[in-house]
């Protein structure tokens, strides 16, 4: 069973009295436990695929199901319910909380999204930060930190909650090339060990090859090998 499937998906933007599209009838599946990138240049339809799937944007036609949920249904509370039980984010920016050390980052959406009681936010924080490589920074706030060692407490973050899905809208945007591949390395980790499916996003041909699964995205449609339309 899919646990993302999308059917002719389309999504339109309204600038003043033009209609720009951003997607052009998109099909795909993806499985549970893949590690799966979306790959294309900037304007293709990456990041406006992966906010519809993560339910931050509507499609303007078709069908998007995530975990048998017809994403395009929910309200804006729904949708923040579904959001907070099944998904995680990771951002090229990092968006960590400047004011929180690398273990508050972590465990913020254990208390503000599922209320986790102490001892067991505690114990989930702890494993996170030894699985990523960072419990020896623990106390350390964000302008403390690398960007490498940043993006290690944005994954983990992204995990804390136990999400079946996470997704990471360029997450090596900001990291040299080496940095970067030991980020997609780690995130393949955490599939393996927490069982958790990833989808990223990303323009760097470097990269794109770690991806077990890849869909290429090019003017808002999806390409198949060597540029013939889905």
């Known amino acids: 069973m899919s646990l993302v499937k999308a059917q002719h998906l389309v999504k339109t933007y309204r600038a003043g009295n033009i209609d720009v599209p951003a997607l052009k009838g998109v099909d795909f599946s993806i499985e549970p436990g893949a590690f799966v990138a979306f790959v294309g240049p900037s304007g293709s339809g990456k990041s406006t695929l992966l906010n519809m799937i993560g339910g931050l944007d509507k499609p303007s036609g078709g069908q998007l199901t995530v975990l048998d949920t017809d994403i395009a249904a929910l309200d804006r509370r729904a949708a923040a319910r579904f959001r907070g039980a099944n998904l995680g ?68 973050r992204a995990l804390a909650t136990r999400p079946k899905l996470v997704l990471a809208d360029e997450p090596t945007a900001n990291l040299d090339h080496d940095t970067a591949y030991r980020i997609l390395e780690l995130m393949k980790k955490m599939r393996d060990e927490f069982g958790t499916t990833f989808i990223f996003s990303t323009h760097d041909s470097k990269i794109m090859g770690e991806a077990e699964v890849t869909f290429t995205l090019e003017d808002g449609r999806l390409m198949n090998e060597g540029g013939a339309r889905a």
Request: charged share 25%.
């Open 89 to 156: 984010f990771v951002f090229q920016d990092f968006n960590l909380i400047p004011v929180l050390t690398a273990y508050e980052n972590i465990e913020y959406p254990l208390l503000m999204v599922q209320d986790w009681p102490a001892d067991r936010r505690r114990a989930r924080v702890t494993e996170l930060l030894a699985a990523v490589g960072m419990a020896d920074q623990a106390d350390k706030r964000p302008d403390q930190l690398s960007g490498g060692q940043k993006q290690r407490v944005a994954v983990a």
